[in-house]
């Protein structure tokens, strides 16, 4: 590599159309998934404190947020359901009329080239909060299989495109796969939560969802954030089961193993910049700390040169209308 004062890096920094020429890695609202919370009623709308532009929305509502999404280039969403009741098995997860898979089947009616992914777990579904069966306050890791495999193909005779399992049981995506394929739904893609972190930073989602655990946490099934080869461990064995697309979760703290999973896989990889990362910048902004909307570019763009195709990311609306209003 030449060296200075051959070689001057701000040459190409001069200008911004010079800055664009050189510019690495880009991000779009075509590489992005936004959540949206759903709850049985109408018109309702309920802001979530710890997350400043987010809310719970009744199924109406979600068919809005997701045509405006789609109409700035926004082209998928991710459910997550807030049933009217729960109980110790989440059986509101796999019911026929629950509040995902009637959410599934408005959306698709409304706007059918939306993709609708959903979320696969039972921890906003159970009475206890864990992501699956609970035996002698452990989770039953087998039990849970032929529930989780249950509520996919629910969502999938819904209508979903996606499902995203998120619950990090061992052994469920090629559960899920083999239920799929026998119903006939060969089509339907798998998104797996394939290394996904017990992370402090999921706090604000659980208050969206209401999904906390009643006791205990889920470290039991969740991955301890210093492994990194396990992770890869993890994103091979959910491939090797029939995952079409790995998510790695949350990000911004993880963009090694984003790297590592693009690179030794490579398969389409998901990185889920969680509610903490978002909170944590929505709330720095608000003081004015820091320039919020630039703050939020930035992440986007790093989990993006880190390796991501895709990322689901609660600023899905608000980046893709900025860009849509500077062109
Ligand atoms: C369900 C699930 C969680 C998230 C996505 N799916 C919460 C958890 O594991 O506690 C977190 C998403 C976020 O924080 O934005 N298991």
């Known amino acids: ?27 779009g609202p075509e590489h992005l998934i936004l959540p949206l919370f759903v709850q049985p009623g109408r018109g309702l709308r309920k802001p979530v404190p710890s997350m400043p532009g987010v809310a719970q929305t009744s199924v109406d509502e979600a068919v809005r ?5 789609l109409s700035v280039g926004v082209p998928a969403v991710i459910l997550f359901g ?12 796999w019911h026929e009329d629950g509040i995902v898979q ?15 992914v959903t979320d696969v777990c039972l921890c906003e579904y159970t009475s206890h909060g864990h992501c699956g069966i609970v035996r002698d306050e452990q989770v039953d890791n087998d039990a849970t299989l032929e529930v989780l495999a249950r509520v996919a193909a629910s969502h999938g005779a819904a209508g979903a495109d996606i499902v995203a399992p998120s619950d990090m049981m061992d052994g469920r995506v090629g559960a899920i796969r083999q239920r799929l394929d026998e119903e ?13 972190f017990a992370s402090a930073f999921y706090g604000p989602f659980r ?20 492994n990194g080869d396990e992770a890869l461990r993890e994103v091979w064995l959910d491939i090797e089961e029939g995952a079409d697309i790995v998510m790695v979760k949350p990000a911004l703290p993880y963009l090694d193993i984003v790297r590592r999973v693009k690179e030794e896989t490579g398969y389409p990889v998901a990185a889920y910049h969680v509610s903490g990362e978002y909170a944590a910048i929505m709330a720095a902004a608000d003081r004015d700390w820091l320039d919020g909307a630039r703050a939020m570019r930035e992440a986007l763009v790093s989990i993006r040169r880190a390796g991501a195709d895709i990322i689901i990311t609660y600023w899905a609306r608000q980046f893709a209308r900025t860009l849509s209003h500077s062109q």
Not at 65 to 69: V, W
Not at 82 to 92: A, H, L
Not at 207 to 226: C, H, K, L, N, T
């Open 1 to 27: 590599m030449p060296s200075f004062p051959r070689y001057r890096p701000r040459r190409l920094r001069r200008t911004e159309a010079l800055r664009a020429l050189t510019r690495e890695t880009s991000v």
């Open 207 to 226: 208050d969206a969802a209401g999904s906390a655990p009643q006791f205990g946490d889920r470290r039991g099934y969740q991955m301890d954030p210093a």
């Open 82 to 93: 807030i049933p009217e009741s729960k109980d110790e098995r989440g059986s509101e997860a």
């Open 102 to 116: 009637t959410a599934v089947r408005t959306l698709k009616t409304a706007l059918p080239e939306l993709l609708v």
């Open 184 to 196: 006939g739904r060969t089509h339907v893609a798998v998104m797996s939560y394939a290394a996904k």
């Open 65 to 69: 947020d997701a045509e405006e999404a």
